[in-house]
Nanobody, 121 residues
Framework: QVQLVESGGGLAQAGGSLRLSCLAS????????MGWYRQALGKQRELVAR???????NYADSVKGRFTISRDNAGNTVYLQMSSLKPEDTAVYYC???????????????WGQGTEVTVSS
């Protein structure tokens, strides 16, 4: 089983910064991509940023230049540095990992429980 545990959410003022972390633990062979998604009240979940095993990243247009995704050397922890926060960044942020648990098992998506980010104007 694979568990993703997020931390670092909270309240920030517009223009401020927050850093989210997500640690993957459990039994698995490899984590391919890891990413952050968010879901604001009444809206669909959307991709914020993603980083794959070779370090290639992609970002939603709304966060480019403000958010930075990174991964530790072991590849089991992903971070999201959020700067120049805006009220529209307010959402529950979810960590996602694409995990291969066994040699002949398909890659599966796993999700964290979510961490709230609230940005006040």
């Amino acid at each position: 089983q694979v568990q993703l545990v997020e931390s670092g959410g909270g309240l920030a003022q517009a223009g401020g910064s927050l850093r989210l972390s997500c640690l993957a633990s459990g039994s698995f062979l490899r984590i391919n991509g890891m990413g952050w998604y968010r879901q604001a009240l009444g809206k669909q979940r959307e991709l914020v940023a993603r980083i794959v095993i070779d370090g290639v990243t992609n970002y939603a247009d709304s966060v480019k230049g403000r958010f930075t995704i990174s991964r530790d050397n072991a590849g089991n922890t992903v971070y999201l540095q959020m700067s120049s926060l805006k009220p529209e960044d307010t959402a529950v942020y979810y960590c996602n990992a694409e995990v291969k648990t066994r040699t002949f098992a398909p890659v599966r998506d796993y999700w964290g429980q979510g961490t709230e980010v609230t940005v006040s104007s």
